[in-house]
């Protein structure tokens, strides 16, 4: 089943023409999963709404996502930094993709109701590296801080 899934995800990727260890998919599930960790708990709710996020981003089944999750998980503990992955973002997304996964991430962290100093400057520097205006990001910050009430 698992080598199933994986060659589900590798021919996935080859469609995308990009290496297997650096795709879209990848690089925004890394980048969310960062913030989840800045703050050094993995809060449950925390680890529902990266995994909603992830689904919502590029409609993944089950399947998918937990190898997307599993994946996640080996190329941050290899990752010296964010710029593998924002490089990519930046090559392959536009503005409003980019701004989509600037509410993403402010999401996560916002899961647990607990904003920390970490968390947000996790983001800040992921902005930063995504060409994102500050503008940009306290917009997005206070949209998904303090959502419209219908």
Same mark, same amino acid.
């Given at each position: 089943? *698992? *080598?199933?899934?994986?060659?589900?995800?590798?021919?996935?990727?080859?469609?995308?023409? #990009?290496?297997? /260890?650096?795709?879209?998919?990848?690089?925004?599930? #890394?980048?969310? !999963? /960062?913030?989840? %960790?800045?703050?050094?708990?993995?809060?449950?709710? /925390?680890?529902?709404? !990266?995994? +909603?996020?992830? /689904?919502?981003?590029?409609?993944?089944?089950? &399947?998918?996502?937990?190898?997307?999750?599993? *994946?996640?998980?080996?190329?941050?503990?290899?990752?010296?930094?964010? +710029?593998?992955?924002?490089?990519?973002?930046?090559?392959?997304? &536009?503005?409003?993709?980019?701004?989509?996964?600037?509410?993403?991430?402010? %999401?996560?962290?916002?899961?647990?109701? =607990?904003?920390?100093? =970490?968390?947000? !400057?996790?983001?800040?520097?992921?902005?930063?590296?995504? !060409?994102?205006?500050?503008?940009?990001?306290?917009?997005?910050?206070?949209?998904?801080?303090?959502?419209?009430?219908?």
């Amino acid at each position: 089943m *698992l *080598l199933k899934l994986n060659d589900w995800f590798n021919k996935h990727l080859i469609q995308h023409e #990009v290496p297997a /260890e650096h795709t879209v998919e990848l690089a925004t599930a #890394v980048l969310l !999963y /960062e913030v989840m %960790r800045a703050d050094h708990k993995f809060d449950a709710q /925390e680890q529902l709404v !990266y995994r +909603h996020q992830l /689904e919502r981003h590029f409609s993944l089944d089950d &399947d998918e996502l937990s190898v997307l999750c599993e *994946l996640t998980s080996k190329h941050v503990d290899e990752a010296v930094d964010f +710029h593998q992955f924002t490089r990519l973002i930046n090559a392959n997304c &536009d503005a409003q993709q980019k701004h989509n996964i600037m509410d993403s991430l402010w %999401r996560v962290a916002f899961a647990d109701h =607990d904003l920390s100093a =970490d968390e947000e !400057y996790t983001i800040r520097k992921i902005a930063d590296l995504l !060409y994102i205006p500050h503008s940009q990001f306290i917009k997005s910050k206070l949209a998904v801080q303090d959502p419209p009430k219908p």
